[in-house]
């Protein structure tokens, strides 16, 4: 998973927490140094992701060792949370479903791209959730039109017509046939995102919602993972098996974050950290893979953020987190 593809998202527009009882109120200062350290902590992950395919590791055997990390590090939060998984009928459906549409299917496309693509490349990529989003819950009646969100939509798909482009953003012309793919997990992130804001979360919080999506992640990897022969050790640990485990836990970590920033400062303040995600994954690739991305990369990077400014909800009554 990835930032625009957590199992959940946090409540909708969650009131801002005051102190109560003398307990300590984080200022502005503090909260917008928590959005950079999610912008730049989930940044680093595309770049990351890459080198964990440097050594030909099959996707789902990424996938299974990604979610048996996420899965421990969710579990220590839940013991310190004393607040586990819930286990009726309708929450192990949620786990299943959303497990599919958010780990399975994009993070092995993810998994299979990013061994082809420049990983600068594949953060502006993710940034076409929201635009994917849009349509798909004007189609559920979830959202009303919008001409402000329409040209952002257009925008995106200009950015993605920008990296396609022979001889343009991509280092190798050869590498365009790998755009669709890597397009087809930002296509599962929007579907998972519509179904958890249709059908809701079955009165889990995200970190439940997300541990328990986690755990049924993993038991059904482990027989996809077999039968394709993609299972093998990480022992002992070397540079793509460390990349993996340091995201999968930066991950689970940061979207912990993620959530108390949300119902702390507001889910409208939160969302602004994607502006600073797509930015650090292509400074993140530069600086750990040695990317160089070319002017119309940056061409299309500016585009696409563009069109998530106007794609992205607005709130009708959005304020500023008070110092």
């Not at 989930?42 to 992701?49: D, K, Q, V, Y």
């Not at 991509?170 to 997990?185: E, H, I, K, Q, T």
């Not at 600073?276 to 993140?284: I, K, N, P, Q, Y």
């Amino acid at each position: 998973m990835t930032f625009e593809a957590q199992a959940v998202a946090p409540p909708p527009n969650p009131s801002p927490m005051r102190g109560e009882g003398g307990a300590w109120t984080p200022g502005r200062k503090v909260l917008l140094g928590v959005l950079v350290w999610l912008g730049v902590g989930w940044g680093s992950t595309h770049p990351l992701g890459k080198i964990a395919t440097e050594t030909g590791h099959g996707p789902f055997g990424l996938i299974f060792w990604q979610q048996v990390v996420m899965v421990v590090v969710l579990g220590a939060i839940a013991l310190v949370r004393r607040k586990g998984m819930v286990l009726t009928a309708p929450a192990l459906r949620f786990y299943a479903i959303v497990a599919v549409l958010g780990t399975l299917i994009p993070n092995g496309t993810f998994y299979a791209s990013v061994a082809h693509l420049p990983a600068g490349i594949m953060s502006i990529i993710i940034a076409t959730v929201p635009m994917l989003a849009f349509p798909m819950a004007l189609a559920l009646g979830m959202d009303r039109f919008s001409a402000l969100r329409l040209a952002g939509l257009a925008l995106g798909l200009l950015g993605v017509a920008l990296l396609a482009a022979p001889g343009a953003a991509l280092p190798d012309a050869a590498m365009a046939a790998w755009l669709p793919v890597a397009l087809v997990g930002p296509l599962f992130y929007a579907i998972e995102a519509n179904y958890v804001a249709y059908r809701g979360t079955q009165g889990m919080d995200a970190l439940q919602a997300m541990l328990g999506a986690s755990l049924v992640g993993l038991i059904l990897c482990l027989p996809v993972m077999l039968v394709l022969g993609q299972g093998y050790s990480p022992l002992p640990l070397g540079r793509d098996d460390a990349a993996l485990a340091l995201s999968s836990a930066l991950h689970a970590l940061l979207y912990a974050t993620y959530v108390w920033l949300a119902a702390t400062a507001g889910s409208v303040f939160a969302a602004q950290s994607s502006y600073l995600v797509t930015g650090a994954g292509m400074v993140w690739a530069m600086v750990l893979l040695g990317e160089r991305p070319s002017p119309l990369a940056w061409l299309a990077l500016a585009v696409m953020l563009a069109g998530v400014a106007l794609v992205q909800p607005r709130a009708r009554a959005a304020k500023m987190v008070e110092a």
